[in-house]
């Protein structure tokens, strides 16, 4: 019995030991392969930066076995299918706390990250460039914060990037928005809900991304003409309360996937252009609360999918009954002479005997 104490209590203190090591020096384990061993190595210190795990989704990351840890998938390593490694974390919803360290990026074969809705905080760590693979990385709803994580742009393979709903500040790299460099295969991006100060960059419309959300940003500056040369991709441009200035370009009639276009809440001028009438795919359109004026085009109540169009809180002065047919349409607070609730005589006389310029700058 005491050589089985004296065992035991070895054993105790020889795992108080290791649990104290680096995690590169751990060894206690065998692992079926090296990039096994490197992403528990990662997930360990992932663990130890973790502060509170209310649903406990990390209360079975111990152990070798690392693609049973709940929210953590593997799959056959796209350049050797003999061995299994990590290519995927699942922690949506999981109101985790903690940050994000830089041994992530031992999880090199990492193709799909979600960790929406949590409450990580700091920076997303720049040693992520080392995912190579990665494919999708969502950390919307979290507490994030620092610049535009660059290293997103050395991704090669990044289709979908979602940092919606954090803290992220300043700038945005015109590559993100223009689609180039390696952000080239930038499918979807959503940037709402942040505090990123930023420009759209005259040659936007180089961009091969089918969704862009930009909302409740601020964007300095207008819509570039360029728009028009994603008339053969962008399927979903959500700008709203960016603060968004100048004209619509009447270049944004080429976009004809165009599903749905909001730029409500922002400071537009101007007419909206007949052009519109040719963005066949629209389904929602909103308009509201700028400074637009003129009359709604006719083509745009005839395009043949739309369900809502919305352009209350504005200054236009005439539509078409057509515009009237439209399953669901809002043109409260205009100046429209026959309709309820617009603005009165004074206020639009007051705002169309300013004349308008399309140049943001000068506005
Ligand atoms: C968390 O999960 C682990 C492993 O599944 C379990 O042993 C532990 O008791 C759980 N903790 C709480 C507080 O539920
Ligand atoms: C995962 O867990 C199951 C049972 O919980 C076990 O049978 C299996 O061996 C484990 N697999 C790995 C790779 O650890
Ligand atoms: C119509 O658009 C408005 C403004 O964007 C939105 O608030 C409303 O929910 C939409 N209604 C439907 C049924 O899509």
């Known amino acids: 019995m005491p050589f089985a104490n004296s065992s035991s209590t070895f054993l105790l203190f020889l795992c108080l030991l290791i649990s104290t090591l680096p995690f590169h020096s751990l060894s206690q384990f065998s692992f079926p392969n090296p990039r096994l061993e490197k992403a528990y190595i990662a997930l360990q210190a992932w663990k130890h930066a973790i502060t509170s795990d209310p649903k406990n989704l990390t209360g079975n990351w111990c152990g070798p076995h690392v693609c049973n840890y709940t929210g953590i998938f593997c799959a056959p390593a796209p350049d050797d299918p003999s061995i299994t490694t990590v290519a995927g974390i699942d922690l949506n919803h999981g109101s985790i706390s903690g940050t994000l360290p830089d041994h992530l990026s031992l999880l090199s074969d990492l193709a799909l990250f979600h960790l929406n809705s949590n409450r990580f905080s700091g920076m997303l760590p720049s040693s992520l460039c080392d995912l190579r693979r990665l494919f999708e990385l969502d950390v919307s709803n979290n507490h994030l914060s620092g610049p535009f994580p660059d290293f997103v742009l050395r991704l090669p393979e990044l289709r979908f990037l979602d940092l919606r709903f954090n803290a992220f500040l300043g700038d945005v790299p015109a590559e993100v928005l223009n689609g180039g460099g390696s952000a080239a295969k930038l499918d979807a991006f959503f940037i709402n809900d942040n505090n990123f100060k930023f420009s759209l960059p005259a040659n936007l419309g180089n961009s091969k991304a089918s969704v862009i959300v930009l909302a409740n940003n601020r964007i300095e500056g207008t819509l570039p003409a360029s728009i028009g040369g994603m008339g053969k991709t962008l399927n979903q441009l959500v700008i709203l309360n960016t603060g968004l200035a100048g004209c619509i370009p009447p270049e944004i009639g080429n976009l004809k996937r165009l599903t749905v276009f909001d730029v409500s809440f922002n400071a537009l001028v101007g007419p909206l252009p ?90």
């Not at 052009?275 to 909103?286: A, I, N, V």
């Not at 607070?333 to 399309?358: G, K």
């Open 274 to 363: 007949a052009s519109m009438g040719e963005m066949k795919k629209l389904e929602q359109l909103d308009v509201a609360h700028n400074f637009l004026s003129g009359e709604i085009p006719e083509g745009i109540c005839e395009l043949p999918r739309l369900k809502n169009f919305t352009y209350s809180y504005n200054y236009f002065c005439g539509e078409p009954q057509r515009c009237l047919k439209v399953r669901r349409q809002d043109d409260r607070r205009n100046c429209i002479p026959w309709r309820p609730q617009q603005r009165s005589p004074a206020e639009c006389a007051a705002f169309l005997s300013r004349p308008v310029h399309c140049d943001a700058y000068h506005y």
